[in-house]
């Protein structure tokens, strides 16, 4: 199965993680940015966005007037020595309903990240550091 636009150390480094940071824009332009649990969705290549009651969400309703997100899914790995790692991911996203969530007290109410640009640091432990790139 394609990986779509994730390397293999990034999906496994996603698999480790339960919440990230959503930003999403307002019609009037003014930022959001919400903890959210999230999941790889490995068949479509794309990362879920998910919650109890997420129709009902700004970010879910922001999604639907401008589609531009920016996912942050990142931890400290260790205080000494200082090490951080994680991953932003920008792209545009889709507000979908009726959609099945990864756990049953999920509302069936989604919001789909298509990536277009993800930056990933010290995810890949045989090239760490910073690595960004653009997404076909």
Known sequence: MDDGPFTPAEIAYLGTQRLGRLATVDAAGA?????????????LGTIDIFGLHMGDTRKYHNVQGNPRVSL?????????????????????????DDQEPPMA??????I????????SWNV?????GPHGRNVP
């Open 72 to 96: 942050v899914v990142d931890e400290l790995a260790s205080i000494e020595p200082w090490e951080v790692r994680g991953m932003e991911i920008r792209g545009t996203a889709t507000a979908l």
């Open 112 to 119: 789909r990240i298509h990536p277009q640009r993800i930056i």
């Open 105 to 110: 007290s999920m509302s069936r109410q989604i």
């Open 31 to 43: 930022p959001q940015n919400n903890p959210v649990g999230f999941h790889f969705n490995a068949e």
């Open 124 to 128: 890949d432990g045989s090239d760490p």
